[in-house]
């Protein structure tokens, strides 16, 4: 193949595919990170609902969760 033969709108093409394919996988990550430090943030307040002696429904009463 020479390089003469070569569709330049083709790669041009194909190229634009790929950086659009990179930016959806780089913002997977992204939200699970944040679905992860919404968890953690719930089992730590859990833990200190449970260290206060509360129970799940007087913490509820009081806003708590």
């Known amino acids: 193949?020479?390089?003469?033969s070569i569709n330049h709108d083709e790669m041009a093409d194909i190229a634009h595919k790929?950086?659009?394919?990179?930016?959806?996988?780089?913002?997977?990550?992204?939200k699970n990170?944040?679905?992860?430090a919404e968890?953690?943030?719930r089992i730590e307040a859990m833990r200190e609902i449970r260290e206060s002696g509360l129970t799940i429904e007087e913490a509820r009463e009081?806003?708590?969760i």
């Open 33 to 36: 990170s944040i679905k992860s």
């Open 1 to 4: 193949m020479s390089i003469n």
């Open 18 to 30: 790929w950086e659009e394919s990179e930016t959806v996988e780089t913002q997977k990550p992204m």
């Open 62 to 64: 009081l806003g708590l």
């Open 39 to 41: 968890a953690r943030r």
